[in-house]
């Protein structure tokens, strides 16, 4: 299938707008259902200054649109609404509870003559429902494994108590809402893994099986070095959202610079005397203050089943990172802290000089990276696993990509054609800017590439993306 993207918009003058978060509210329908008690159905309304009157009139709005929706198919109510100024995300994550984000569309503001006021052009199409909706699925599952279900808030102290926790949380979370970054990776949420050989995968195996033999109160351990997974012991599920606080909030916050010298492997006889470069992320900053503080974060997994509360310990050592996961019923202090400390602190230092050493080796031998003709993002259902060369960084506050915004939505358009069939398929663009885009869907996997090849062909971009697909992705695409 052969598309020509739209052209990229022009103009000297003119000013461009991001979008932007208008409104973000929660409400339960059956908290209010009688006239006069309205304001009982709003659970959480940013910004919180906006009047009474018109709080109670949008959730009104957005409640009457579901339950119209829902006339022509019970099943599944609507999840956006389109209209000229803004677009409107809707997501029911527990029965009756609604969560609703109102995003401004971007918009082009341009200049008139004669002193008028300039004209504003709003850009409708440029917001893709796949990629927000996304965002407002992850701000549950991100308040979730932070607090655990609406219901299970409801069940402890009411809706008294579950408006203070979503008061909270969301205070906070929606200020780290940077829409105009927001791109394919959201849809997919993925996780990056750590390449690595078998006898380093396999050190690194038996140091968890070590740790959490010798602390027995472990019950979960994931392994991450350079903020990407290389062990993990939770449902994928949990896992998924656990990374993407660790990678987008948590990390950065403690990325000083490293020690001169810490990633270069470590001198033999320097392993004898437990020198070493460990330190919690969360719980205490330094074990040696008697006034240092034994709290953790507390997260909640399984969910659905067991419903598991737990402490989160985060420990680094150098570009190594380990969460060990501790029931929140237990008591943890002083004691238990330093124990971890003392065992995991000099074996994890070692580990990642000996993960360092080893992929430096790699890339020595895998020779010198060329700028390759051609940018690509991966990303397998099956085990989540996502790699993208067009995002160079890619934080909450932070998503440096090395293509044009256009070439970005090209993207998310074709995994909107993607997500609507269930066979493989393939999709190639033309954009008006000399690149063409590729993407490639086979059972389970999806491949996305863009190529700048000016005078290319049709013919010869099918045989570029056949040799990326050759020596990147063997044993993983089968469409000819």
């Given at each position: 299938?052969?598309?020509?993207?739209?052209?990229?918009?022009?103009?000297?003058?003119?000013?461009?707008?991001?979008?932007?978060?208008?409104n973000?509210?929660?409400?339960?329908?059956?908290?209010?259902?009688?006239?006069?008690?309205?304001?009982?159905?709003?659970?959480?309304?940013?910004?919180?200054e906006?009047?009474?009157?018109?709080?109670?009139?949008?959730?009104?709005?957005?409640?009457?649109?579901?339950?119209?929706?829902?006339t022509?198919?019970?099943?599944?109510?609507?999840?956006?609404?389109?209209?000229?100024?803004?677009?409107?995300?809707?997501?029911?994550?527990?029965?009756?509870?609604?969560?609703?984000?109102?995003?401004?569309?971007?918009?082009?503001e341009?200049?008139?003559?004669?002193?008028?006021?300039?004209?504003?052009?709003?850009?409708?199409?440029?917001?893709?429902?796949?990629?927000?909706?996304?965002?407002?699925?992850?701000?549950?599952?991100?308040?979730?494994?932070?607090?655990?279900?609406?219901?299970?808030a409801?069940?402890?102290?009411?809706?008294?108590?579950?408006?203070?926790k979503l008061?909270?949380?969301?205070?906070?979370?929606?200020?780290?809402?940077?829409?105009?970054?927001?791109?394919?990776?959201?849809?997919?949420?993925?996780i990056?893994?750590?390449?690595l050989?078998?006898?380093?995968?396999?050190?690194?195996?038996?140091?968890v099986?070590?740790?959490?033999?010798?602390?027995?109160?472990?019950?979960y351990?994931?392994?991450?070095?350079n903020?990407?997974?290389?062990?993990?012991?939770?449902?994928?599920?949990?896992?998924?959202i656990?990374?993407?606080?660790?990678?987008?909030s948590?990390?950065?916050?403690?990325?000083?610079?490293?020690?001169?010298g810490?990633?270069?492997?470590?001198?033999?006889?320097?392993?004898?005397?437990?020198?070493?470069y460990?330190?919690?992320?969360?719980?205490?900053?330094?074990?040696?203050?008697?006034?240092?503080?034994?709290r953790?974060?507390?997260?909640?997994?399984?969910?659905?089943?067991?419903?598991?509360?737990?402490?989160?310990?985060?420990?680094?050592?150098?570009?190594?990172?380990?969460?060990?996961?501790?029931?929140?019923?237990?008591?943890?202090?002083?004691?238990?802290?330093?124990?971890?400390?003392?065992?995991?602190?000099?074996?994890?230092?070692?580990?990642?000089?000996?993960?360092?050493?080893?992929?430096?080796?790699?890339r020595?031998?895998?020779?010198?990276?060329?700028?390759?003709?051609?940018?690509?993002?991966?990303?397998?259902?099956?085990?989540?696993?996502?790699?993208?060369?067009i995002?160079?960084?890619?934080?909450?506050?932070?998503?440096?990509?090395?293509?044009?915004?256009?070439l970005?939505?090209?993207?998310?358009?074709?995994?909107?054609?993607?997500?609507?069939?269930?066979?493989?398929?393939e999709?190639?663009?033309?954009?008006?800017?000399?690149?063409?885009?590729?993407?490639?869907?086979?059972?389970?996997?999806?491949?996305?590439?863009?190529?700048?090849?000016?005078?290319?062909?049709?013919?010869?971009?099918?045989?570029?993306?056949?040799?990326?697909?050759?020596?990147?992705?063997?044993?993983?695409?089968?469409?000819?």
């Open positions: 299938m052969l598309m020509i993207s739209p052209r990229m918009a022009s103009g000297t003058q003119e000013k461009q707008y991001n979008p932007s978060l208008l973000f509210f929660i409400y339960n329908p059956k908290f209010g259902p009688r006239e006069g008690e309205e304001e009982k159905k709003i659970l959480f309304y940013h910004p919180s906006v009047e009474k009157n018109e709080k109670i009139r949008n959730v009104g709005l957005c409640e009457a649109i579901v339950q119209f929706t829902r022509f198919c019970p099943t599944k109510p609507a999840k956006s609404l389109h209209t000229q100024k803004n677009r409107q995300f809707f997501h029911e994550p527990e029965e009756n509870f609604w969560m609703v984000m109102v995003v401004r569309n971007p918009m082009i341009k200049p008139n003559k004669d002193g008028k006021p300039p004209t504003v052009e709003y850009q409708e199409e440029e917001i893709l429902d796949s990629v927000y909706g996304a965002v407002l699925q992850q701000c549950y599952s991100m308040y979730k494994l932070f607090n655990g279900t609406f219901n299970r409801m069940e402890a102290g009411g809706v008294e108590l579950l408006t203070q008061e909270k949380f969301f205070y906070r979370y929606l200020q780290t809402l940077h829409l105009q970054t927001c791109d394919l990776l959201d849809v997919f949420g993925g990056s893994f750590f390449p050989d078998k006898m380093t995968y396999l050190k690194i195996q038996s140091f099986n070590r740790v959490e033999e010798s602390l027995s109160l472990v019950k351990t994931a392994f991450l070095y903020d990407q997974l290389i062990w993990s012991g939770l449902e994928q599920e949990d896992m998924r656990l990374y993407k606080y660790l990678t987008t948590l990390f950065p916050r403690h990325s000083e610079p490293e020690l001169a810490r990633d270069s492997p470590l001198r033999p006889e320097v392993t004898g005397n437990l020198l070493h460990g330190r919690f992320l969360t719980g205490p900053t330094n074990l040696k203050d008697p006034d240092a503080k034994f953790f974060p507390r997260i909640f997994v399984n969910t659905e089943d067991s419903y598991e509360e737990l402490h989160l310990i985060v420990y680094k050592a150098m570009s190594a990172a380990v969460c060990f996961m501790i029931s929140a019923s237990v008591e943890l202090g002083r004691e238990f802290c330093e124990q971890l400390d003392g065992l995991v602190g000099p074996q994890l230092t070692l580990l990642a000089s000996d993960i360092c050493e080893q992929y430096n080796i790699n020595r031998l895998s020779g010198p990276e060329k700028e390759p003709q051609f940018k690509f993002i991966y990303f397998n259902h099956m085990n989540l696993a996502e790699k993208s060369t995002h160079m960084r890619k934080t909450v506050s932070v998503s440096l990509t090395s293509v044009h915004p256009d970005m939505k090209i993207l998310g358009d074709i995994n909107c054609d993607f997500a609507r069939v269930d066979e493989d398929e999709i190639i663009v033309k954009a008006m800017t000399d690149y063409w885009v590729v993407g490639k869907k086979s059972d389970q996997r999806e491949l996305y590439v863009i190529l700048n090849q000016k005078n290319a062909n049709l013919i010869e971009v099918n045989e570029e993306v056949k040799r990326l697909c050759a020596t990147q992705f063997n044993n993983i695409f089968f469409l000819d």
